[in-house]
């Protein structure tokens, strides 16, 4: 393990500790895994054998890698703590739009990302006309491709066809692509001082110190003192529990998720495909030249018990869609088993006034750890990566002209980020809701009426409007 001190003396923090003096703002929940003592009780004593850091990140994933990568390039060092003993290898794909590649734009590794990945063109909707008393396996797709359009046909009892977009029509400023969550690690990565991420690093506890710096402690005994923490421990973040933050909750769906390899070209148009069906929906999109990232997402009235086994999962992922167009199970057949995988989706509302808020002190939250929500627009990674570029700006200001604290800075940068990552968690819950809704009625007006009449690309898409100074 390499640990590494932040050369830079950067901040001069003008830390409240006031909102660590109620403990039961981190102990709403009962159940904790972690070894976790109220703050406020625990103001402890600096010890000999402990690591000074001005800033630590926890968690190497897009949240923190974006966010020690913004700071890295305002000249500001992080230390980077990560759990696992590498970047996250395994995994499949995340389709990004056009605010995920601003950030990673200002990021500065937007341009060696889209050398690697397809610009997707259109996106195709393939919904199941599931009218009362007709059977899934009854519905056959047609799809027709037209220069330069993505066009499907729905054979179904009445024969209608429901609508395809191409993405650029509808906003010439629109961009998509899907990208291998490891090459997004490691582009990241790349971009740090080698020492500047530990890993085998996993948090196990924190306490306040009697100077007022957050006391880290790892699970292998390793103390680190930090003036600042900035917490991108994902969706079951440790931090965010210690903060007062419910466990995220389960919305009912399951997503069976993978990377199909066709080691000779794979043979798809750049194009989203998304077949809907009752209670079941399932998509694929071309990645690379060699690589198609597929989902299925299903109802389950829980997450069930968590399965590592490939070949079960495909077992169970084809089930869900034996009577559907082949090339599912195609897919399904070509994903190597380290790129299979099952989540069980879950979100969290941050409620105005109920909710805590996204910082204490000197301590805040980014990405999943504050705001899990469903993929159901595809923008968990990309406000992740929204989240980074405001802090940093938020936080250098405050670290460099010192006008601001660093409490302030953290302030006001869950101002900033709660009017958009809130509305954005309640749509895509409620879009997931509706396209996995499994009663007949209902499918047919979502079928007949919802989809044909009212569903518009251009307002569907308004949330991925979003605009950045450089940093
Ligand atoms: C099925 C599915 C499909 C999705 N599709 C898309 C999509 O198409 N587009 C999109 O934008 N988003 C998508 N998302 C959302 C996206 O995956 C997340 O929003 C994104 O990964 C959040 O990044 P993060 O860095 O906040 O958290 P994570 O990626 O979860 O990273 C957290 C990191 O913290 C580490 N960590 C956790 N606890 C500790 C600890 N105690 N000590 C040290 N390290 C720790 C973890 O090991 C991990 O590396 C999807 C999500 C799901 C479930």
Not at 102 to 120: P, Y
Not at 187 to 198: E, H, Q
Not at 267 to 282: L, M, Q
Request: proline share 6%; hydrophobic share 40%.
């Amino acid at each position: 393990m390499a640990l590494s001190s932040s050369t830079l003396l950067l901040v001069k923090s003008h830390l409240s500790l006031s909102s660590f003096s109620n403990p039961s703002l981190y102990f709403r929940r009962g159940e904790t895994r972690l070894r976790v003592r109220p703050i406020s009780l625990s103001i402890i004593n600096a010890r000999a054998d402990e690591r000074k850091e001005d800033i630590v990140i926890v968690g190497a994933g897009i949240a923190g890698l974006a966010t020690a990568v913004s700071l890295q390039r305002l000249g500001i060092r992080t230390l980077v703590l990560e759990q696992g003993e590498s970047l996250r290898t395994g995994g499949t794909s995340l389709t990004l739009f056009k605010n995920g590649w601003k950030a990673l734009d200002a990021i500065g590794v937007g341009n060696d990302l889209r050398s690697q990945f397809l610009e997707i063109q259109g996106r195709c909707f393939s919904w199941l006309m599931i009218s009362l008393g007709i059977r899934l396996e009854n519905h056959w797709f047609i799809f027709e491709e037209y220069p330069g359009i993505c066009r499907l046909a729905i054979k179904s009892e009445d024969g209608r066809e429901l609508r395809s977009f191409r993405f650029k029509d509808e906003d010439e400023s629109q961009e998509v692509r899907a990208v291998e969550r490891r090459v997004l690690l490691e582009t990241l990565a790349s971009r740090l001082p080698p020492d500047a991420i530990s890993f085998s690093s996993k948090l196990a506890n924190i306490e306040r110190s009697e100077n007022g710096e957050t006391l880290l402690e790892l699970e292998d005994g390793i103390r680190i003192s930090a003036k600042i923490l900035i917490a991108c421990d994902g969706i079951r973040s440790p931090v965010a529990k210690l903060m007062g933050f419910p466990e995220p909750n389960y919305v009912g769906h399951c997503a069976f998720r993978g990377l199909a390899y066709f080691p000779e070209g794979q043979p798809f148009e750049p194009k989203v495909n998304y077949i809907y069906g009752k209670g079941v929906r399932a998509g694929y999109v071309p990645v690379s030249e060699t690589k198609v990232y597929w989902f299925i997402c299903y109802n389950s009235s829980s997450p069930g018990p968590k399965i590592t086994d490939p070949s079960i999962l495909r077992q169970q992922a084809e089930q869900l869609v034996r009577n559907w167009p082949t090339e599912l199970i195609n897919l399904i057949n070509l994903t190597p088993d380290d790129t299979i995988i099952r989540t069980s989706l879950v979100d969290r509302w941050l409620w105005p006034s109920i909710s805590p808020p996204a910082s204490t002190g000197s301590i805040v939250l980014v990405g999943d750890a504050w705001h899990p929500m469903t993929p159901n627009l595809g923008q968990g990674a990309c406000c992740a990566l929204e989240d980074s570029i405001v802090l940093t700006k938020k936080l250098a200001e405050a670290i460099k002209s010192k006008r601001t604290s660093v409490e302030d800075a953290f302030k006001a940068y869950g101002s900033e980020r709660w009017p958009r990552i809130f509305p954005l968690t309640v749509r895509a819950y409620l879009v997931g809701a509706l396209l996995q809704w499994d009663n007949p009625v209902i499918c047919a007006v979502r079928d007949n009426i919802v989809v044909p009449k009212l569903v518009r690309l251009g307002p569907v898409l308004e949330h991925t409007n979003f605009e950045f100074d450089p940093l």
